[in-house]
T-cell receptor, first 118, second 120 residues
Framework: AQKITQTQPGMFVQEKEAVTLDCTYD???????LFWYKQPSSGEMIFLIY??????QNATEGRYSLNFQKARKSANLVISASQLGDSAMYFCAMREDDRGSTLGRLYFGRGTQLTVWP | GAVVSQHPSRVICKSGTSVKIECRSL??????MFWYRQFPKQSLMLMATSNEGSKATYEQGVEKDKFLINHASLTLSTLTVTSAHPEDSSFYIC????????????????FGPGTRLTVL
């Protein structure tokens, strides 16, 4: 089974509007971390936001927030007040903290291509 | 600023040559680094886990003799694509997790800027 599922291959949003990118995950590990990365056309992977499985509150970083619903195993990214520069590929990823280690590999979803239009 | 560097950013080579890609953690020590491969408009595929002072762990289907990994120090891992062929053309990207002793961003995994390999 896929560990990370991103069901939206592409999303379109108008500038200054908010957009939600969906992500669901699958793990039996009680301790894990969830990440969102942005990949512009240059290829670099830009870290956006992190949510730990034991974090009680949803993570926020500026215009980015992570809507963490543990029971539903979802970790949607919300971008508020979209900007033209937000156009990029967005990847959701998960790290399983086997035996408490936070140094493990990431499992990636297929990504969502976000296009922000004026 | 960047905390993981990767060199070169772009390389074009002839079929049959070997290409070395370096991945460096700039301000923290990384006992583990990861090497990914990405085809256009696809996700990142983990190739191998690089472990400082020991052999790399390769994912199923990745040829160890084709993709040689050396993690000689706590800040440097190298990936050598041996006898490269056109089908090896891809975007290669490394990452390094920052451990609990690393200060701010302890739960973050940082990526290098990537290397675009084109084999003619």
């Amino acid at each position: 089974a896929q560990k990370i599922t991103q069901t939206q291959p592409g999303m379109f949003v108008q500038e200054k509007e908010a957009v939600t990118l969906d992500c669901t995950y699958d793990t039996s590990d009680p301790s894990y971390g969830l990440f969102w990365y942005k990949q512009p056309s240059s290829g670099e992977m830009i870290f956006l936001i992190y949510q730990g499985s034991y974090d009680q509150q949803n993570a926020t970083e500026g215009r980015y927030s992570l809507n963490f619903q543990k029971a539903r195993k979802s970790a949607n990214l919300v971008i508020s007040a979209s900007q033209l520069g937000d156009s990029a590929m967005y990847f959701c990823a998960m790290r399983e903290d086997d035996r408490g280690s936070t140094l493990g590999r990431l499992y990636f979803g297929r990504g969502t291509q976000l296009t922000v239009w004026p | 600023g960047a905390v993981v560097s990767q060199h070169p950013s772009r390389v074009i080579c002839k079929s049959g040559t070997s290409v070395k890609i370096e991945c460096r953690s700039l301000d923290f020590q990384a006992t583990t680094m990861f090497w990914y491969r990405q085809f256009p408009k696809q996700s990142l595929m983990l190739m191998a886990t690089s472990n400082e002072g020991s052999k790399a762990t390769y994912e199923q289907g990745v040829e160890k003799d084709k993709f040689l990994i050396n993690h000689a120090s706590l800040t440097l891992s190298t990936l050598t694509v041996t006898s490269a062929h056109p089908e090896d053309s891809s975007f290669y990207i490394c990452s390094a997790p920052r451990g609990l002793a690393g200060g701010p961003g302890v739960d973050t995994q940082y990526f290098g800027p990537g290397t675009r390999l084109t084999v003619l």
